[in-house]
């Protein structure tokens, strides 16, 4: 499907969605975002391509919006994907609970929750399990941290 069949989404760098329907809510613009202040986009940085908000199918508003991880036409990660994921492998480093072997493979297992590759199912494998050896606050903060950016099977495997 074409990008025009889509409402335009604005949204700021951190991931706060503005709007999914920049064209039927033109007044929602806002250059900085209202909860955070970070500068706001309704175009991938990459490419230029317009982000994905609604499909106009008589949907006016949809509460389960959620921003896209990557461009649909470059594949790029948006900014919210890559500090996201920048953060969580900060976070992994800090683990003391961990080996640096069990860090490194944490880590190692992000690039694989956030996009549907035939790893996946072992990225959550690995990353439930290093996880739950870190202790239940850690596993709070990564699902806190990444609840927005796990595709699909990978939260259903990981949180149920």
Known sequence: MNAEHYETAEICINGHVITDSLSLFPHQHEEH?????????KAC????????????AGII?????????FCHSCGAPYPWTEATLVAAKELADELDDLSPEERET???SLDDLIADTPRTALAATRFKQLVAKAGPAVAEAFKELLIEVVTESAKRQIWG
């Open 33 to 41: 975002c209202h909860l955070c202040g970070k500068p706001t986009i």
């Open 45 to 56: 940085q990459s490419c230029g391509c317009a982000i994905r908000g609604l499909e106009p």
């Open 61 to 69: 508003c949809d509460a389960d919006y959620s921003p896209p991880a």
């Open 106 to 108: 944490l880590g190692g």
